[in-house]
């Protein structure tokens, strides 16, 4: 007859109250096998149970299995060729190999992201196009999101918000400074512009500017005289320009009966001269108006040497 080697059993999931030394007992409510370790205790027990294998207290080798309680692992730990449906790690991460993410979404809840590779790829799919790429950037989440995004209908690259440069600091195309904070670059030829503010220096070479738009419609002096109806400048104009200072308020004052009395006058020079200075008024004035000849050829005529005025005698 075999010899058959048993062990001593329990039907539920607590220990015996003992073993003895190298005695061997099998837990069947949970599947724990156990060992009685040390010796010395009274009869020959063992000084301490241990579990030491069973379903029920560590990984089996097989089957499907639950595993509860905190564990502890040190070495090596193998999973590439396992599919760990959820995880959470309580500890610092660190991954030397390549890190693949296929899921949907990649949330990172951290406060700061710091990268070492100096380029990020944004829709980098296995057959990427412009059209795909479209609406790709970056969006910063606030009371409303603050995008740049690539659009292709637009061939650009697009700002939701302001776009501040700061000082001195400007803006380049081709490697050409194109707008700063005071000025427009040298390559700048050609613009749309509508309004401008008050210009202060400068040279025009554009086309003539029209009347209609606050120009001469001209190019030339004659040309801008003719268009606003100007009368050409003429000796007499000079003189006038070069008169003595307020002589232009006195002639304002002259009528038109007084114009006429100087239209057509022969004076010469001298005779102007004579005027030049004359402090007599205009009643003192009107005194010889009429008069055409010296005043004492007149008084010559009309008396004798020797007759008498009222009396008297000359």
């Given at each position: 007859m075999a010899n058959?080697?048993?062990?001593?059993?329990?039907?539920?999931?607590?220990?015996?109250?003992?073993?003895?030394?190298a005695e061997l007992a099998f837990k069947e409510g949970n599947e724990v096998l156990l060992y009685g370790k040390g010796t010395g205790g009274a009869g020959g027990s063992a000084t301490s149970i241990i579990e030491i294998g069973g379903k029920?207290?560590?990984?089996?080798?097989?089957e499907t299995q639950t595993i509860t309680g905190n564990k502890t692992f040190t070495g090596v730990v193998d999973l590439s060729s396992a599919t760990v449906q959820s995880f959470t790690c309580n500890q610092n991460l660190t991954v030397t190999g390549n890190l693949t993410v296929n899921g949907t979404t990649t949330t990172v809840n951290s406060t700061t992201v710091s990268?070492?590779?100096?380029?990020?790829?944004?829709?980098?799919?296995?057959?990427?196009?412009?059209?795909?790429?479209?609406?790709?950037g970056i969006t910063l989440k606030g009371s409303t999101d603050k995008t740049f995004n690539w659009i292709d209908s637009t061939d650009s690259w697009t700002s939701s918000e302001n776009i501040e440069l700061?000082?001195?600091?400007?803006?380049?195309?081709?490697g050409v400074s194109v707008l700063s904070k005071t000025s427009l670059g040298?390559?700048?030829?050609?613009?749309?512009?509508?309004?401008?503010?008050?210009?202060?220096?400068g040279t025009w070479n554009g086309t003539t500017i029209a009347i209609s738009s606050g120009g001469t419609g001209a190019t030339t002096a004659s040309g801008a005289r003719s268009n606003l109806g100007v009368q050409a400048a003429a000796a007499d104009?000079?003189?006038?320009?070069?008169?003595?200072?307020g002589a232009s308020a006195a002639l304002a004052l002259l009528t038109s009966t007084e114009l006429g009395i100087l239209d057509g006058a022969t004076l010469s020079t001298s005779n102007l001269n004579v005027l030049d200075g004359i402090t007599a008024t205009t009643t003192e004035l009107n005194y010889v108006d009429g008069v055409t000849s010296a005043i004492?050829?007149?008084?010559?005529t009309k008396l004798d040497a020797n007759s008498t005025i009222n009396g008297g005698s000359f």
């Open positions: 058959i080697i048993r062990t001593k059993r329990s039907t539920g999931s607590t220990n015996p109250s003992q073993l003895a030394n029920g207290a560590f990984v089996a080798l097989a990268l070492d590779d100096k380029n990020l790829e944004l829709g980098s799919t296995s057959s990427p196009s412009d059209a795909g790429a479209s609406g790709g700061a000082a001195n600091k400007v803006l380049r195309i081709d040298s390559t700048v030829t050609g613009s749309s512009l509508t309004s401008v503010g008050t210009i202060t220096s104009l000079s003189n006038l320009s070069s008169m003595q200072s004492q050829t007149q008084l010559d």
